[in-house]
């Protein structure tokens, strides 16, 4: 099977107040890192929504079909553009990731799923870190022109694999508010102040 990555970037960033997909983070704005992260895939997309193109990176950025429909848009819009047989899909929220995480939920993508699903220690899904297949996107279609934006109706509907990872060990960390982006922030300066003492 085929597999591309889509990045969805296209969101309000209601709860940042900012367009948290160009926050900086490790010398890279939060797409720059994922697409730094991703770079291996072959089939490259960023989801912008319905947002200016301004990212400065070398992937295929793609507007919404339907837009103001939120993740659902954006992800649908990536599935009706591949080429590929699925896409992995990483929303920039989650600038932290690693690798890792797809090479593990790769492993449960077979001939008879649709989708595959990381849920956390803590018991919450993630369907915007997972695998699609690309005619998961006929579904979402559906659902978006009946006024339905909800994502994890959409795995109700379709072959769905839910998978158990810890979050510490494959980066799950979201960043969605002023109070998560400093908090990042703070414990990345503690790092380098502790780097720096042990250098002495």
């Known amino acids: 099977m085929t597999i591309g990555c889509v990045i969805l970037a296209g969101g309000k960033s209601s709860r940042m107040g900012t367009d948290k997909a160009l926050l900086s983070i490790e010398n ?11 770079s291996f895939f072959e089939e490259k997309i960023i989801a912008r929504g319905d947002k200016e193109k301004t990212v400065d990176v070398t992937w295929s950025v793609i507007s919404d079909i339907y837009p103001h429909h939120g993740p659902i848009g954006g992800l649908h819009a990536a599935l009706q553009a591949c080429q590929s047989e699925a896409l992995f899909c ?3 929220d989650t600038p932290l990731i690693k690798r ?7 492993m449960e993508m077979t001939e008879d799923t649709d989708v595959v699903i990381p849920v956390t220690e803590d ?3 993630h369907p915007l870190c997972g695998i699609y297949r690309k005619t998961v996107g ?7 022109l009946g006024g339905n934006n909800r994502m994890m109706q959409v795995l109700k509907k ?31 300066n503690r790092e380098i102040s502790f780097d720096k003492s042990s250098d002495i």
Do not use: W
Request: charged share 25%.
């Open 158 to 188: 379709v072959r769905t694999k839910y998978v158990n990872i810890n979050s510490i060990e494959y980066g799950i960390y979201n960043i969605n508010t002023p109070e998560q982006y400093n908090l990042y922030i703070k414990k990345k």
């Open 138 to 144: 006929n579904i979402m279609e559906e659902q978006i």
């Open 100 to 106: 890792a995480i797809y090479d593990r939920l790769a």
């Open 28 to 38: 890279h704005n939060f797409i720059q890192k994922l697409c730094e992260t991703f």
């Open 123 to 125: 018991g919450k899904y």
């Open 90 to 92: 990483a929303a920039c």
